[in-house]
Structures are given as C-alpha cells and as structure tokens.
C-alpha cells in the first residue's frame, strides 16, 4: 500500500489545466478556439518576439485544445511557407 501512496503524492504534482472559456467562441466545438489561438500564438511572437511571456497564453490554450497531429501539419506548412492563414 505504500506504492499507492507515493503514486497519489506523485499525481498532484501536476496540475491539469483546459483553456478558459473564450465569448469569441461560446459552442462546443473547440476547432476555431484551436486553430485562432495557434495564428495568435505566432502573431504575438512574430510581433513581439519569442521572449515575451504574454504570448505562452496563447501557447498553451492551443496545445491543450488541438491535436499534435494538426500541429505538427500547421508547424510544416508554416516552415516550408505553405501554411494557409495569415501570421
């Protein structure tokens, strides 16, 4: 039983987190709040650059709300200029 212990204190080490609530996008469907908040990401850095904190917001409502798979693709399109949104 002291497995079970140390697995518990383990767990709450880490906090779990979803992405607020944004008016912008009030449905279920979280496609749009996913796909924005990655555009607003890299809007944000390209604007003020990678070192500016505020911008990590954006970072992790898109990761916790898109699949790595539609990131990964955006993250390829965007490299080899392919990506079909405006950063």
Known sequence: SSDKSSDSSNMSAYKLETAPFDPRFPNQNVTRYCYQSYIDFHRCQK????DFAPCNYFQKVYKSMCPNAWVEKWDDQRESGTFPGRI
């Open 47 to 50: 604007k003020r650059g990678e």
